[in-house]
């Protein structure tokens, strides 16, 4: 049996690495981002990102929930300047959920040695898998950043999401869990090709390869009405798995985010 397209539906910067990846493996990947990614154009929210930066070391630990957010927190500030070796007395430590983000933490300049993330072969990239690298080190008093991205209309962390999981156990711990927003997160704005896509492998048995529940809610909302009972979905979490098939996919597998088991998943599918 042929192995099924792949539909990439990451944000366009992580969509292109990961489509050349899939393809190197011998699959048919196209990318259709379902998260549009830019810069914070809200005033309130530039001055709080400007002061977040301008004290780091008032924080035991920055986390940031993806390689967006590390990428735009450092994108003024270069990471040495903050975190380097150079500053000894800085204890602030940076946390990533995953492999990804921590690459693109150090690709910012953050010594490896100052960032803690899952280790390589955890069930999970998540809060809950960092939590348990990291919880140790919060002690009552310590206050903690987490560096997000921003749809443009909360002020504060989205309920129900693993970062606001993850400040409840850092205030639990007696910790001070605090947000900034790095960058702003929306809704793609499609060509008319790219909707005749998104139609035709709703039908075909092309594969949806979803990482972000946030995306499968914009996928409903750019096709308002489409039946998705045909449709086939890899979902990197469980809680986009049941945002996918509460979106009414009728094939929805789950797997760990990483690039072998993504591809191992796909061919034991097919």
């Given amino acids: 049996m042929p192995l ?29 981002p379902l998260i549009a990614i830019g810069p914070c154009s809200d005033p309130a929210a530039q001055a709080a990102l400007a002061q977040a930066r301008a004290r780091l070391d008032a924080y035991r630990a920055v986390m940031f929930v993806s390689g967006n957010a590390a990428l735009h927190f450092f994108e003024e500030n270069p990471a040495p300047a903050l975190m380097g070796k ?24 953050v010594p490896a040695d100052r960032i803690d993330s899952p280790a390589p072969d955890a069930p999970q990239f998540d809060s809950e898998a960092l939590w348990r690298q990291v919880g140790a080190q919060v002690q009552p008093g ?17 309920q ?70 045909r449709a086939h979905a890899l979902a990197t979490h469980p809680r986009i798995a049941e945002a996918a098939r509460a979106a009414g996919f009728g094939d929805v597998r789950e797997c760990r985010p990483a690039l ?5 998943s796909i061919e034991s599918g097919a």
Avoid: C
């Fill in 260 to 264: 072998d088991d993504v591809v191992a």
């Fill in 86 to 109: 150079a500053q000894a007395a800085i204890k602030t430590r940076a946390w990533a959920p995953g492999p990804g983000t921590a690459r693109a933490l150090e690709q910012a300049g």
């Fill in 142 to 158: 310590d206050r903690v950043l987490i560096v997000r991205g921003s749809s443009g209309t909360e002020p504060g962390p989205a």
């Fill in 4 to 32: 099924p397209r792949v539909i990439v539906t990451r944000p366009e910067r992580e969509a292109a690495p990961w489509v050349q990846q899939l393809r190197a493996r011998g699959l048919h990947a196209v990318a259709l």
């Fill in 160 to 229: 129900g999401t693993g970062r606001d999981w993850l400040a409840r156990q850092i205030e639990a711990a007696g910790g001070q869990a605090e947000f900034v927003a790095a960058y702003q997160r929306g809704a793609p704005r499609w060509r008319a090709d790219e909707v005749a896509l998104a139609q035709q492998a709703a039908r075909d048995g092309s594969l949806w390869l979803l990482s972000s529940s946030e995306a499968v809610a914009h996928l409903a909302e750019a096709l308002p009405g489409q039946d998705w009972g």
